[in-house]
């Protein structure tokens, strides 16, 4: 069977476009819930900083504890030592006063640990004592390494020879104060540094007989920098686990993301350089994330090239051969047409050179459309609309062409107000759904006999729109329901012309169909006998609101 040829359309003319440079626009931070490689990343890297602050915080808690504990102690122990002072070194009643010389002998007498160091004061802040004194310590420190001349002193803790007089000034300050602060009547206590740099606890207990304050004693802990040490050795096991869950993950994340990402690119670069048809990718569609999303969009994409590309070279084998034989008609013709001198045959064989190059213009015409039908189907988004007002647009223009007299044109086309659903709106294009039902329609006309009629029907079933073309021509051979969706199958009327139809319409119809998720499928109608009465075109279309995308190439009935 056969249709009419599909309606040349003049390319658009398109607007220039304007180069634009692109907009900076700020990322949109969110969590990413659907990701699950977005997760795995952000999990490990908070992971890794959780035990890195959680050790910080436990051994910053340990510290405090720890200094508080060395406070509690010494205050204890100074409390102690100030009561006997008190009680064994005062004399003078009403006006007490501190015996300096029993004062010293009590503190050389009392145990003093050597991690400590307890001096005693005045009521005016001289120094009456020094358990380093007393004990006949001398403060001594492991000199710096010698240095050849010219070398820079890099073991050294400054240039600045008056940075360690300096020192010396600001911890007695410190202690001065602390002392002041002691003769008011409070004890005191904290951190500070001593004259040999040092961090110390210190601890001023004031020495009181009733209410009068005759002194005070200062005890100092130097091992609050052996405290620190001991903290920073107890949070180097966190910081090694911190390091080593960051390892870890970075590993991870090189193996289970970069590497895979790696061979990916460089099967699309090996597919792109040797021309090949296929990708080879990691085994990693198996997966359930980003990648295993990626390498099956790949493959499929990949897949779908190669189809492309096959029905590309059918397409092409199929033109080469449709047109050589109109072709070698119009070479045989010319060839034959100077040794014709009756002007009669000569008149044929000029009506056989026109018919072929008609039929050719056709071929050029129909295949060019058929070309360009990807390209047009991505240009034009999909919208919604109503199918039945699309029909009504297709049915009226035949109706004004309709004439009686010689089909197709007096072939009228009608349709089923009756069966139409209201609102029967599909996501589609519409141009190119104009040009599936104006091609079914004109492949009706072309197999109905003189002042017949083509009738179009729509109907809504299961959430699908169903659109049928039905005309009372001789029906399909029953092996033909499929080859004639094929490019460029062609079977004709009796008594039509020769290349009258390109066998184009019905595999550009199917395609177009596909394309937007719905069907296509030929049938024929039968009468109570079980005699063929027709051919019936059936389309289905998913209705809006159900439509899901899908292209498969298709073929034609002409």
Same mark, same amino acid.
């Given at each position: 069977m056969g249709s009419v040829k599909d309606q040349d359309r003049e390319p658009k003319d398109r607007p220039a476009r304007r180069l634009?440079?692109? *907009?900076?626009?700020?990322?949109?931070?969110s969590w990413p819930r659907g990701s699950r490689l977005g997760r795995l990343i952000i999990g490990l890297n908070v992971l890794a900083l959780a035990i890195l602050l959680g050790g910080a915080l436990v051994l910053n808690e340990l510290r405090s504890g720890l200094i508080k504990a060395r406070i509690d102690s010494l205050t204890t122990q100074g409390e102690l030592i100030a009561n006997v002072i008190d009680l064994a070194a005062t004399v003078g009643d009403p006006e007490?006063? =501190? !015996?300096?010389?029993?004062?010293?002998?009590? =503190?050389?007498?009392?145990?003093?640990?050597?991690?400590?160091?307890?001096?005693?004061? @005045?009521? *005016?802040?001289? *120094?009456?004592?020094?358990?380093?004194?007393?004990a006949d310590r001398v403060e001594s420190r492991e000199l710096p390494p010698a240095r050849k001349p010219g070398q820079p002193d890099f073991g050294l803790p400054t240039r600045d020879p008056d940075a360690k007089p300096k020192a010396v000034e600001a911890a007695r300050e410190a202690l001065a104060a602390e002392i002041a602060q002691a003769r008011l009547g409070e004890p005191v206590a904290g951190t500070r540094r001593a004259e040999n740099g040092e961090r110390v606890v210190s601890v001023s207990i004031p020495i009181q007989h009733v209410r009068a304050v005759l002194g005070v004693l200062t005890l100092e802990a130097g091992d609050v920098d052996q405290i620190i040490s001991a903290e920073r050795k107890a949070l180097l096991p966190f910081a090694l686990i911190a390091v080593a869950t960051t390892l870890i993950s970075s590993f991870l994340l090189n193996r289970l993301i970069a590497q895979p990402v790696l061979r990916m690119a460089r099967a699309a670069d090996h597919v792109r350089l040797e021309g090949a048809r296929a990708i080879s990718l990691p085994d990693i569609s198996g997966r359930n994330d980003e990648l295993g999303d990626l390498s099956r969009a790949l493959e499929e994409m990949t897949d779908s090239m190669s189809e492309r590309m096959d029905?590309?070279?059918?397409?092409?084998? @199929?033109?080469?051969?449709?047109?050589?034989?109109?072709?070698?008609?119009?070479?045989?013709?010319? !060839?034959?047409?100077? =040794?014709?001198?009756?002007?009669?045959a000569r008149a044929r064989l000029l009506g056989i050179l026109q018919q072929d190059v008609s039929r050719l213009d056709r071929l050029v015409t129909d295949i060019s459309n058929a070309s360009r039908l990807d390209a047009e189907l991505s240009r034009e988004a999909p919208r919604p609309f109503e199918l039945n007002l699309l029909l009504h647009e297709v049915i009226n223009l035949y109706d004004a062409q309709w004439r009686p007299g010689e089909a197709p044109g007096s072939v009228r086309v009608t349709f089923d107000e009756k069966m139409a659903p209201q609102h029967a709106r599909v996501m589609a294009r519409e141009t190119p759904m104009g040009q599936v039902f104006r091609n079914l329609v004109d492949n009706a006309r072309s197999f109905s006999a003189a002042d017949g009629e083509v009738r179009v029907a729509l109907v809504r079933d299961h959430g699908r729109l169903i659109v049928t073309v039905d005309d009372d021509g001789p029906g399909i051979p029953k092996e033909n329901l499929e080859t004639i969706f094929e490019r460029f199958y062609t079977s004709r009327p009796k008594g039509k012309a020769f290349?009258?139809?390109s066998g184009l319409g019905l595999s550009i119809a199917r395609q177009i169909v596909e394309a937007h998720g719905g069907a296509m499928r030929a049938e024929n109608r039968q009468n109570d006998a079980g005699q063929v009465v027709g051919a019936r075109f059936r389309v !289905?279309?998913? !209705?809006?609101?159900?439509?899901?995308? #899908?292209?498969?190439? #298709?073929g034609a009935r002409e």
């Open positions: 634009t440079w692109p *907009q900076f626009s700020w990322p949109k931070f007490p006063k =501190l !015996e300096a010389d029993r004062a010293s002998d009590i =503190l050389q007498g009392l145990f003093i640990p050597r991690s400590q160091r307890a001096r005693l004061f @005045d009521a *005016q802040g001289a *120094q009456l004592a020094d358990s380093y004194v007393v029905a590309i070279e059918r397409f092409a084998a @199929d033109v080469a051969h449709e047109i050589k034989n109109p072709l070698t008609s119009i070479r045989s013709a010319i !060839e034959t047409l100077d =040794l014709v001198s009756d002007p009669a290349g009258g139809n !289905e279309l998913p !209705e809006a609101g159900n439509h899901h995308h #899908g292209h498969h190439p #298709g």
